[in-house]
């Protein structure tokens, strides 16, 4: 009964993210391929609509300095770049697309921050999160579902929404 109830949640879950994921998927679409024809601003403009969904989402966070420092508009680059790096995005220095801003002071401060902050992720060996069913069984045999969460969010966070669960 209990799997049958988990199914029942995953899929109302699954059908009302489904509209905010399709609008993202089409932000992030429209973005992308504005970026790869030259057209920043309207990248720029997609990227951030992309964030009104996902704001933890580092990539699309990143993609938006990138296209500022393409315009040469330094400040915005340096502001959004501080935003990705604050969503963990600290692998940067080899993209030529930051050449307008790479001299700058905060650039050179942030890259510092970045790689300081890199080294340290380097260190964290994560413990896996196993949550069970306050009524488990060891008799009985249950579905598994694995939940792999992204870079910048954490198993303690997501686990405490299946805490809530029936």
């Known amino acids: 009964m ?6 029942l949640l995953i899929f109302s879950i699954c059908f009302l993210k489904a509209q905010e994921i399709d609008s993202t998927r089409i932000y992030l679409q429209i973005a992308n391929t504005a970026l790869s024809k030259g ?3 309207v990248a720029i403009e ?4 992309v964030l009104r969904f ?13 296209c500022y420092s393409l315009l040469n508009n330094k400040p915005e680059a340096l502001e959004w770049l501080k935003k ?10 080899e993209d030529e697309d930051l050449n307008n801003i790479r001299e700058t002071k905060r ?3 942030f890259l510092n921050k970045a790689n300081k902050l890199l080294n340290r992720m380097k260190q964290i060996k994560p413990e896996p999160v196993i949550l069970l069913p306050s009524d488990y069984d060891t008799n009985m045999s249950y579905s598994l579902l694995i939940y792999m969460h992204g870079w910048g969010s954490n198993p303690i966070d997501f686990s405490k929404n299946f805490q809530k669960m029936p």
């Open 39 to 41: 057209d920043y601003q």
């Open 46 to 49: 997609n990227y951030k609509s």
């Open 2 to 7: 209990m799997g049958k109830k988990m199914i």
């Open 54 to 66: 996902r704001p933890e989402h580092a990539a699309v966070a990143y993609n938006i300095p990138c």
């Open 107 to 109: 650039y050179k401060k």
């Open 84 to 93: 990705a790096i604050d969503l963990g995005k600290y692998a940067f220095d």
